[in-house]
């Protein structure tokens, strides 16, 4: 009876959680290949993620753009992310025997947002429809990424211009009242 109960709070966070704890940031991946990665919340539980990398094992520079869909794991800032998306490659040597590469990558990871920072690790394989040394590349990596704008940044806002127009109409009320006793 404790398993189910414990089973059916784990799905109860799992689906009405909010997914990721920040809504814009940037930073560096380190793995297999280093770059640049920056990542944009789009929607409640997907992200867009950019990431502009140079390889470790080819004279490459590789451009890839990703859309990831973040499950929460018991809190909103553990997450598990699935995500799909497209590269494009430029061959630095020229001398290389293979023409720049363009595919399809996708990526599975895990991340934790600490203070101002989203640490995650991933696993990110990239199929070539054209050009590349390989049809395939097997790239995992660390990103570290600083927290540019926070989620609750926009909650703040809406909370702040809800109390801006509850304040408008007790002005407005306290007009009319005064109106109709003159």
Excluded: C
Excluded at 54 to 80: A, D, V, Y
Excluded at 120 to 133: I, L, T
Excluded at 134 to 158: A, D, E, L, M, P
Aim: proline share 2%.
């Amino acid at each position: 009876m404790k398993k189910i109960i414990l089973i059916v709070y784990l799905l109860f966070i799992f689906n009405f959680s909010n997914s990721q704890s920040y809504f814009t940031a940037g930073g560096v991946r380190l793995g297999t290949d280093w770059g640049l990665t920056f990542q944009q919340k789009i929607l409640k539980h997907t992200t867009v993620e950019g990431i502009f990398q140079s390889s470790l094992f080819r004279e490459e520079l590789m451009l890839t753009g990703l859309i990831e869909h973040h499950f929460p794991l018991i809190t909103k800032r553990l997450n598990i992310y699935l995500g799909t998306g497209f590269h494009k490659g430029f061959v630095t040597d020229n001398l290389a025997t293979y023409a720049s590469p363009y595919g399809m990558s996708v990526i599975a990871g895990a991340e934790f947002t600490i203070a101002r920072f989203v640490i995650s690790y991933d696993y990110k394989p990239a199929f070539n429809f054209s050009g590349g040394e390989n049809f395939w590349y097997s790239q995992t990596g660390i990103s570290v990424r600083y927290v540019f704008i926070k989620q609750n940044v926009f909650k703040k806002i809406k909370r702040r211009k809800e109390r801006e127009r509850k304040r408008r109409e007790r002005i407005l009320k306290r007009r009319e009242l005064f109106h109709k006793k003159s």
